[in-house]
T-cell receptor
């Protein structure tokens, strides 16, 4: 079945440490890939997206993600986490040719220790 | 640019009443709007896809008579939760996109917290 998986439900990192959030997808073709961030009680903000081309994508707030076709992965990274990065992070895909429906992963809650 | 608003941001209602939630694209024309539901500590689940001037397409398991969606203009879609019950309490988020069938970025509203007593 087609799916998006975020293996880590909850991650805690110290402020200033590096971060990597994992995302794997299961589709026959390469979908469009996204990372969103959600603060408590808020809507979603797009961090970055991958459609094609360079597999290392730069986003807002110092985030980047790398698409690896061989691993069907699109992991999100940040070299130095700030306390304000504490939030819920969602990986999502849109299938090419689809109506534009986003399929979300389960989400990863990021906690940042001072 | 690309701002999507929702109104109200939160609502509390009695069981059995109906609640309408508005989703507006403020600075662009949204040919398609999406409605999502999110339970606490869970991901977003797509409820329906709404295209301007046509009937909404509901996802499997979503009751179309329970969740009425109207996309009357290129800037407004409404979700009406009819005869609401406590199990309908949730966070409802809309998103909007421009353009045709090919992908264009979706822009999300801030969400509406519905509590049914």
């Amino acid at each position: 079945a087609q799916s998006v998986t975020q293996p880590d439900i909850h991650i805690t990192v110290s402020e200033g440490a590096s971060l990597e959030l994992r995302c794997n997808y299961s589709y026959g073709a390469t979908p469009y890939l996204f990372w969103y961030v959600q603060s408590p009680g808020q809507g979603l903000q797009l961090l970055l997206k991958y459609f094609s081309g360079d597999t290392l994508v730069q986003g807002i707030k110092g985030f980047e993600a790398e698409f690896k076709r061989s691993q069907s992965s699109f992991n999100l990274r940040k070299p130095s986490v700030h306390w304000s990065d504490a939030a819920e992070y969602f990986c999502a895909v849109v299938l090419f040719g689809n109506t534009g429906k986003l399929i979300f992963g389960q989400g990863t809650t990021l906690q940042v220790k001072p | 640019g690309a701002v999507v608003s929702q109104h109200p941001s939160w609502v509390i209602c009695k069981s059995g009443t109906s609640v309408k939630i508005e989703c507006r694209s403020l600075d662009f024309q949204a040919t398609t709007m999406f409605w999502y539901r999110q339970f606490p500590k869970q991901s977003l689940m797509l409820m329906a896809t709404s295209n301007e001037g046509s009937k909404a397409t509901y996802e499997q398991g979503v009751e179309k008579d329970k969740f009425l969606i109207n996309h009357a203009s290129l800037t407004l879609s409404t979700l009406t939760v009819t005869s609401a019950h406590p199990e309908d309490s949730s966070f409802y988020i809309c998103s909007a996109k421009q353009g045709g069938p090919s992908y264009n970025e979706q822009f999300f509203g801030p969400g509406t917290r519905l509590t049914v007593l």
